[in-house]
T-cell receptor, first 113, second 113 residues
Framework: NAGVTQTPKFRVLKTGQSMTLLCAQD?????MYWYRQDPGMGLRLIHY???????AKGEVPDGYNVSRLKKQNFLLGLESAAPSQTSVYFC????????????FGPGTRLTVL | GDSVTQMEGPVTLSEEAFLTINCTYT??????LFWYVQYPGEGLQLLLK?????DKGSNKGFEATYRKETTSFHLEKGSVQVSDSAVYFC????????????FGKGTMLLVSP
């Protein structure tokens, strides 16, 4: 099992450019999450999905869109990148059970100039 | 809303010293509580968890007890090693929703030989 993988690992964008971050999991998890990690802020939830074709907003959703067309993939899009979106992005997934652990990917470091 | 407060770091210790990282929480209902660890350049890994009051989670010599009366989940280890140097995150998961995680800001632990 590869677990949770994220593509790309690093990316530099200019303000206004767009990009998509890919998260893939091979554990057949129903739930998937996108977080951002900023210094001194911990991790904050951007969007999440409880199943194929469904998504919901988290704590900091503005400026991001997501899609879950396949159960194993969860895409995070930035339509017009801003310097405030410079961050490390983590994807996570888990089974539906209420006490189940979230498993995290290795992260994508994004810099917006 | 839910929130997690953990002690600010960095915490600097010598090898074999005793470790305590404080964590308190505010939540409605009965959340599950987690400690995640992030080693340099990596994603988050679950260290331990507790799902109900008075439960003790333990792993790799670390332990934490779910204290409902004090709304706390302090992390302890009797004898730290240099390899324990990392950032530690306390988190809670609301079992009544989709179990999204609310994280503390993280505490960096630095252990010197």
């Amino acid at each position: 099992n590869a677990g949770v993988t994220q593509t790309p690992k690093f990316r530099v964008l200019k303000t206004g450019q767009s990009m998509t971050l890919l998260c893939a999991q091979d554990m057949n998890h129903e739930y998937m999450y996108w977080y951002r990690q900023d210094p001194g802020m911990g991790l904050r939830l951007i969007h999440y999905s409880v199943g194929e074709g469904t998504t919901a907003k988290g704590e900091v959703p503005d400026g991001y869109n997501v899609s879950r067309l396949k159960k194993q993939n969860f895409l995070l899009g930035l339509e017009s990148a801003a310097p405030s979106q410079t961050s490390v992005y983590f994807c996570a997934s888990r089974f539906r059970g209420s006490t189940d652990t979230q498993y995290f990917g290795p992260g994508t470091r994004l810099t917006v100039l | 809303g839910d929130s997690v407060t953990q002690m600010e770091g960095p915490v600097t210790l010598s090898e074999e010293a005793f470790l305590t990282i404080n964590c308190t929480y505010t939540a409605t209902g009965y959340p599950s509580l987690f400690w995640y660890v992030q080693y340099p350049g990596e994603g988050l890994q679950l260290l331990l968890k507790a799902t109900k009051a008075d439960d003790k989670g333990s792993n790799k010599g670390f332990e934490a007890t779910y204290r409902k009366e004090t709304t706390s989940f302090h992390l302890e280890k009797g004898s730290v090693q240099v390899s324990d140097s990392a950032v530690y995150f306390c988190a809670l998961s609301d079992p009544t929703g989709y179990s999204t995680l609310t994280f503390g800001k993280g505490t960096m632990l630095l252990v010197s030989p």
